[in-house]
């Protein structure tokens, strides 16, 4: 069965680095997601990405982070300088499509656990 | 602000019972709405979705929108110990590129 896979399962990173957490959506999925979860806090929507261009972001998607899709199977989170409070569980997701007719369901990676010191 | 409400828990059930999750939400935009099931260290992963006031069935999951009441809930029956979980309430609004989450309720189904 298709999953969405994340690279790395963790990251360690000092503050100020830059880190780039690396996804490979379903590959017949054209909406991508990346969301995350602070320990045993509740899941936090941080953007959507279609058609090579952001469609949503939160107010957490400060100037501090960017979205790519580098080629035609990655999609990538980056965030430029860490912050200590940047540490949490990032996930990715994709879905096919976006409407009632087709539904929306969303299939989300394992996470990457990232850990700013 | 966009709000999902949910009990945290934990609810408690005996193995065969009848787990029942309740989640509210603040905005009447709201259009669709998802429950998925996340273990401990987990990613959420999705049980149900539904759009339309009424039930919706899919085994022993019952999934019910009241709109006018801005209330979704989730049933389940014959509850199992490996239905123990946090199930999460997830929103979104007419554009469907933002989604809202609750902060799940914390299910134990005792054996």
């Known amino acids: 069965e298709p999953e969405v896979t994340q690279t790395p399962s963790h990251q360690v990173t000092q503050m100020g680095q830059e880190v780039i957490l690396r996804c490979v959506p379903i590959s017949n999925h054209l909406y991508f997601y990346w969301y995350r979860q602070i320990l045993g806090q509740k899941v936090e929507f941080l953007v959507s990405?279609?058609?090579?261009?952001?469609?949503?972001k939160s107010e957490i998607f400060d100037d501090q982070f960017s979205v790519e899709r580098p080629d035609g199977s990655n999609f990538t989170l980056k965030i430029r300088s860490t912050k200590l409070e940047d540490s949490a569980m990032y996930f990715c997701?994709?879905?096919?499509?976006?409407?009632?007719?087709?539904?929306?369901?969303?299939?989300f990676g394992p996470g990457t656990r990232l850990l700013v010191l | 602000q966009k709000e999902v409400e949910q009990n945290s828990g934990p609810l408690s059930v005996p193995e065969g019972a009848i787990a029942s999750l309740n989640c509210t939400y603040s905005?009447?935009?709201?259009?669709?709405f998802f429950w998925y099931r996340q273990y401990s260290g987990k990613s959420p992963e999705l049980i149900m979705f539904?759009?339309?006031?009424g039930d919706k069935e899919d085994g022993r999951f019952t999934a019910q929108l009241n709109k006018a009441s801005q209330y979704v809930s989730l049933l389940i029956r014959d509850s199992q110990p490996s239905d123990s979980a946090t199930y999460l309430c997830v929103v979104s609004l007419y554009n469907f590129n933002k989604f809202y989450f609750g902060s799940g309720t914390k299910l134990n189904v005792k054996p």
């Open positions: 990405f279609y058609n090579n261009e952001i469609s949503e």
């Open positions: 997701a994709s879905s096919e499509a976006l409407g009632f007719r087709m539904g929306e369901t969303q299939y």
């Open positions: 905005d009447r935009g709201s259009q669709s």
């Open positions: 539904i759009y339309s006031n």
